[in-house]
Antibody
Framework: QVQLQESGPGLVKPSDTLSLTCAVSGYSISSSNWWGWIRQPPGKGLEWIGY???????YYNPSLKSRVTMSVDTSKNQFSLKLSSVTAVDTAVYYCARMLHCSGGSCYPRPGWFDPWGQGTLVTVSS | EIVLTQSPGTLSLSPGERATLSCRAS???????LAWYQQKPGQAPRLLIYGASSRATGIPDRFSGSGSGTDFTLTISRLEPEDFAVYYCQQYGSSPQITFGQGTRLEIK
């Protein structure tokens, strides 16, 4: 059973860099899937941050692109998120998730829907 | 960027009733590449539907998805108490850019 678990500091100071890791178990991160990060400010909706392939290829949300860096460590079966120059508006629950794209009984190494999700981790930006 | 608009913002119904949630796209969603999620308080979203109409593993058959182009619908045929939650749609037809709708809150009347 595929499981994802986010980890990282729950409190980050303004202007610092937020760093999170997503550990994947029960599934190889080197399989033909993309891996994504999504965030949700308290009481608000979901925002896609970006996603990464095991090869290191990435796509970022244009609204965050200048501040986001994602990386993957296949030896540890995990991937990571860095968000620089954070402010209070970056306070949110951060989720990691596997991306799937299947149709007609076949799956493809393309971005798609998110399943499963990690439990999420709350990151608060405050001095 | 494809903008997804969900309606209504809040839907108040009673257990046993039928729920119809709408997700409208600002442009046609390629190949009906649209997914639906359910989120309960304090929990991560859970995949319900992908490809506009395919139920994810373990999802009860009272949940169904339909639509194409710019108009998509999630229907819950007979509401159970555990179905009251927030529902989001997501399109992945214009990848690399994907988008979520703003959500519909389904509350007990």
């Amino acid at each position: 059973q595929v499981q994802l678990q986010e980890s990282g500091p729950g409190l980050v100071k303004p202007s610092d860099t937020l760093s999170l890791t997503c550990a994947v178990s029960g599934y190889s991160i080197s399989s033909s899937n993309w891996w994504g990060w999504i965030r949700q400010p308290p009481g608000k909706g979901l925002e896609w941050i970006g996603y990464i392939y095991y090869s290191g290829s990435t796509y970022y949300n244009p609204s965050l692109k200048s501040r986001v860096t994602m990386s993957v460590d296949t030896s540890k079966n995990q991937f990571s998120l860095k968000l620089s120059s954070v402010t209070a508006v970056d306070t949110a629950v951060y989720y990691c998730a596997r991306m799937l794209h299947c149709s007609g009984g076949s799956c493809y190494p393309r971005p798609g829907w998110f399943d499963p999700w990690g439990q999420g981790t709350l990151v608060t930006v405050s001095s | 960027e494809i903008v997804l608009t969900q309606s209504p913002g809040t839907l108040s119904l009673s257990p046993g009733e039928r729920a119809t949630l709408s997700c409208r796209a600002s442009q046609s969603v390629s190949s009906s590449y649209l997914a639906w999620y359910q989120q309960k308080p304090g929990q991560a979203p859970r995949l319900l539907i992908y490809g506009a109409s395919s139920r994810a593993t373990g999802i009860p058959d009272r949940f169904s998805g339909s639509g194409s182009g710019t108009d998509f619908t999630l229907t819950i045929s007979r509401l159970e108490p555990e179905d009251f939650a927030v529902y989001y749609c997501q399109q992945y037809g214009s990848s690399p850019q994907i988008t979520f709708g703003q959500g519909t809150r389904l509350e007990i009347k």
